[in-house]
């Protein structure tokens, strides 16, 4: 089994940045890819960003390209999200999450078996 911890969430004021990090622990050789998803109040979850660990490609919704990017260690199984300028739309419970397998649609949060419980990232207007 693979445990993931997020921290990093809170409040900001919109046009600001925040950077949210997720530690993988546990059976963690076989993880492959990490990534984000979030969730906000009355919506279905929504990919964010993903990262292969080994290889470095990244993936990203086309509405982050260019205010988020995504980082990670594969020797320490982690992944951190930086987000800038920040909207009041981007706030949800981010859930970081993470898959063995490398050849899945990585948009669907069905196809990521492991997943943190969460950190709330709130943007005032």
């Given amino acids: 089994q693979v445990q993931l ?7 900001v004021e919109a046009g600001g940045s925040l950077r949210l990090s997720c530690a993988a622990s546990g059976r963690t050789s ?42 990670g260690d594969n020797a320490k199984k982690t992944v951190s999200l ?17 898959t063995q397998y490398c050849c899945r649609d990585h948009h669907i949060s069905s196809n990521y078996e492991y997943w943190g419980q969460g950190t709330q990232v709130t943007v005032s207007s």
């Fill in 30 to 71: 076989s993880v492959y890819i990490m990534g984000w998803f979030r969730q906000a109040p009355g919506k279905e979850r929504e990919f964010v960003g993903g990262l292969e660990l080994r290889g470095g490609s990244e993936y990203f919704a086309d509405s982050m390209k260019g205010r988020f990017t995504i980082s």
């Fill in 5 to 11: 911890v997020e921290f990093g969430g809170g409040l």
């Fill in 82 to 98: 930086q987000m800038s300028s920040l909207k009041p739309d981007d706030t949800a419970v981010y859930h970081c999450a993470a």
